[in-house]
């Protein structure tokens, strides 16, 4: 993949340099303004696949989609592009903030799924399975996508999210002390 930049983006669009800089003024504003692009279009392939299901169902989906295994709807194939917006993240609060935003949400949404799903969950287990399951996602993709890790891993992944699950089910313990998941420093 060629280095971003404003000329490659300009020739990609078919538009000017100037134009693009006159939308996106800085490198912060453009990545901000692709994270949101992103995480659109995982939400729309959500709304859409969850619109058809209710009840259990819907959380299976879910998992089941972060982990490239739903049938008919793929997950967006744009993990190097994560993985270069996670390293803009080291060195830009905007993009850090942006990124930090779309998985609290993730999670959130995921946490409300957990609880749907499985009732006795209390609200503090739920919450720390959304975050476990988010941060082995993301570095499950990290190991597939970026490091070559075969995708064949996808199954053996999806199933430690099972028996995370089934563990948080089966004990109805919480882990610790941290009373705010999903809080950030400072």
């Known amino acids: 993949m060629p ?7 300009a020739g990609q669009a078919g538009v000017t340099r ?29 709304i859409d696949n969850a619109s058809r299901l209710e009840g259990p169902g819907r959380l299976e989906m ?25 390293s803009l993240a080291a060195g830009s609060e905007p993009v850090r903030a942006s990124l930090r935003s779309q998985y609290t949400l993730l999670g959130q949404i995921i946490g409300h799924e957990f609880r749907l799903a499985h009732p006795a969950l209390s609200l503090k287990a739920a919450e720390e399975l959304s ?14 996508a970026s490091l070559g890790v075969s995708s064949e891993h996808n199954r ?6 099972d028996r995370l699950i089934r563990s948080y089910c089966e004990t109805g313990e919480e882990s610790g002390p941290l009373t705010r998941i999903w809080a950030a420093d400072g």
């Open 3 to 9: 280095p971003v930049s404003y000329d490659y983006i």
């Open 18 to 46: 100037q134009s693009v800089r006159y939308h996106f003024p800085d490198v912060d504003t453009l990545m901000v303004a692709v994270c949101d692009r992103l995480a659109e279009a995982y939400r729309q392939a959500l």
């Open 62 to 86: 879910f998992l089941d989609f972060y982990f490239n295994m739903l049938d008919g709807s793929p997950k967006p194939a744009d993990d190097a592009v994560y993985d270069a917006m996670m």
């Open 131 to 144: 975050f476990l399951f988010v941060s082995l996602m993301y570095g499950h993709w990290k190991m597939v």
């Open 156 to 161: 053996l992944t999806r199933n430690a999210v």
